[in-house]
RNA sequence: GGUCUGUUCAUCUAAGGGUUAGGAUUCAAGAUUUUCAUUCUUGCCAUAGGGGUUCGAAUCCCCUACAGACUACCA
């Protein structure tokens, strides 16, 4: 069993966009499966035709592109164990399910919804859960409590019927989580889930149950949420006789909000102004969008770089990770067991760790498009060197412009807070002379005109702080930027003299 | 309510019986930058509470508290 070729399952349902936890759980099987050399496959879940939500199958595959988790198998790139998408092997469920029927593992249930509701309305009522279980379902309508006769009437009329697991009662349940290890659970506080619905459909219990199975899956890693029906799952393994061949658990602690109680939700992202998608949601129906990590500016190999660290971590100091040494040093044993707060700060370090070390050349060529947008047409080595001056002093992309934008035109405001502290009456008459000096310089690069500019100050007495900070306010508009005289150098000699005399006469104004 | 699972700085976490409980993020202060940011230095700050076991407990056991998940013909 432990030759067994590693293979694990993505199996998301298509009812909206990827949210962040999902993307963790789908990296987290596809490290695994990496480091062991094994199979990463997508299976879309698609039982409940209610909840389909159109778009929302290609966004989970462009955003496992877009994340750098290549699938080994699914619905788009096929293989061996094709179909990948449940609704499409609707037709194979049935006999699985009348398999457990015929070994006494299931039955026939007639209940209608609105006869359940009513059950547990009842219970409600004496301050008890209703539970559809060893105890109660000799109450209820199904094969189990009627006579043979009257359940073949109901079988032949068009009476809807599900098909109910008949959960054993009072035995103890015992299975190995990887990262819990081993937990146990007493039937009596399970119910009998319903295996296949009366819409012809199976539910999720049953289709991922025999699909693990026939998919040859070796590791199921999900989220926490399933924990509690991983002994439903054990024991329909034991029904099919498939227990030899039984996937190892995993369950994966949840990403929770930065602040306050519970799961990280879109709403949490609403109100505190961070994606928790990865990609841009628009959703068919409301025509709402919902922001995505991609659209904001994060380079993907951030953004996993810190969902892999959330919840999981080397066991060493080394917090920036390729995605391939993510592969070499990711193990299970090492994730955590509790849930983990989600910081939307450590996100943007992350970005900024990824974003410093890419190239001035690489960065240049990504900011090209957003200068388009500003109507800019701006050379390639233009934006390389506009890119090595600003890029420490950001984050992402889209900032470098508003770092750097006085290096592509002059300012039209006066950042007013910086007009009054340095804006003195005396500055007008200063920046005239230095309008002047300039004019004398006769080889314009920062050095060159660093040395004589500051003897002039020296020499006339102006007080540096006034003299440097209104240049500044003339040529940028604010108290930012780079190195003062490498802006000069930049926008050559002609440009900065035109924005004294410029200022001079807005700020005046 | 019931069943499971958790609980180390504000946050992510390291330390699997012996360390001044380590790192990172955030925050604060100082230095640098005649600007802002970066960078550097420093600081703040934690074993949920109570009982055991032990020479010795963050670490093992029990109780309490708190938190989370689940409790659908949804996944």
């Known amino acids: 069993m432990s030759e067994r070729r590693v293979r694990v399952r993505f199996a998301p349902s298509p009812t909206g966009p990827l949210h962040i936890g999902g993307v963790r759980t ?19 879940e698609d039982t409940d035709q209610g909840r389909y939500v159109p778009g929302a199958e290609d966004y989970i595959q462009e955003a496992l592109e877009w994340c750098g988790m290549k699938v080994d198998e699914g619905p788009k790139q096929g293989g061996p164990f094709a179909p990948y998408r449940q609704s499409e092997r609707k037709e194979l469920y049935r006999q699985y399910a009348d398999q457990l029927l015929a070994s006494g593992n299931a039955y026939y249930a007639f209940d209608s919804p609105e006869e359940l509701d009513q059950a547990r309305a009842t219970a409600e009522e004496k301050g008890e859960t ?44 015992t299975e190995v989580d990887l990262i819990r290890g081993s937990v ?17 459909m199976p539910t999720y219990h049953l ?36 227990e030899d061949t039984m996937p190892r658990f995993t369950h994966l602690p949840l990403i929770l909000k930065p602040v306050g109680k519970g799961k990280l939700s879109k709403r949490d992202g609403d109100k505190m102004g961070f994606p928790v998608f990865p990609l841009l949601w628009k959703d068919p129906e409301t025509g709402d969008t919902s922001r995505g990590y991609r ?24 917090e920036i990770f390729s995605m391939k040494e993510l592969c070499e040093a990711f193990s299970l044993e090492r994730v955590g067991h509790s849930g983990a707060r989600f910081d939307p700060e450590k996100t943007k370090w992350y970005n900024h760790q990824y974003f410093i070390k890419k190239s001035d050349q ?4 990504l900011l090209l498009p957003f200068l ?65 000096f300039f004019e004398t310089v006769e080889q314009w ?58 200022a001079i006469a807005a700020i005046k104004g």
């Open 26 to 44: 789908a990296l987290f099987n596809y490290l695994f499966a990496k480091k062991h050399g094994g199979d990463f496959l997508l299976r879309i």
């Open 295 to 318: 659209e904001d500016g994060f380079f993907p190999d951030a953004f996993i770089n810190m969902l892999a660290l959330l919840g999981w971590n080397p066991g060493t100091e080394q």
């Open 372 to 436: 388009k947008e500003k109507g800019i047409t701006a050379e390639p080595a233009m934006a390389t060197k506009v890119c090595g001056m600003v890029k420490e002093r950001c984050n992402f992309v889209s900032e470098i412009w508003d770092q750097s934008y006085f290096l592509f035109e002059a300012p039209t405001t006066y950042d007013e807070k910086i007009v009054v502290k340095r804006w003195k009456d005396d500055v007008p008459s200063i920046m005239n002379e230095i309008a002047v």
């Open 130 to 173: 209703f539970t559809y279980n060893a105890m109660s379902r000799c109450r209820m309508k199904n094969s189990l409590s009627l006579s043979e006769d009257d359940c073949n009437i109901l079988l032949a009329s068009s009476i809807h019927y599900a098909i109910r697991f008949k959960m054993p009662d009072n035995l103890d349940v």
């Open 184 to 200: 146990t659970f007493n039937t009596s506080s399970l119910d009998d889930k319903v295996l296949f619905k009366s819409d012809g």
């Open 362 to 365: 690489e960065l240049g060529e």
């Open 445 to 502: 690069n920062a050095p060159e005109i660093k040395e004589p500019f500051s003897e002039l100050v020296t020499a006339k007495g102006w007080n540096f702080g006034i003299v440097m900070n209104s240049l500044r306010l003339c040529l940028v508009g604010g108290s930012f930027g780079p190195d003062i005289f490498e802006i000069c150098d930049l926008i050559g000699q002609a440009e900065t003299i035109s924005r004294i005399k410029k």
């Open 207 to 242: 289709a991922n149950v025999v699909d693990d199975h026939l998919m040859e899956i070796s590791h199921v890693i999900r989220g926490e949420e399933w924990l509690p029906s991983m002994p439903l799952h054990v024991l329909l393994y034991r029904a099919f006789g498939w």
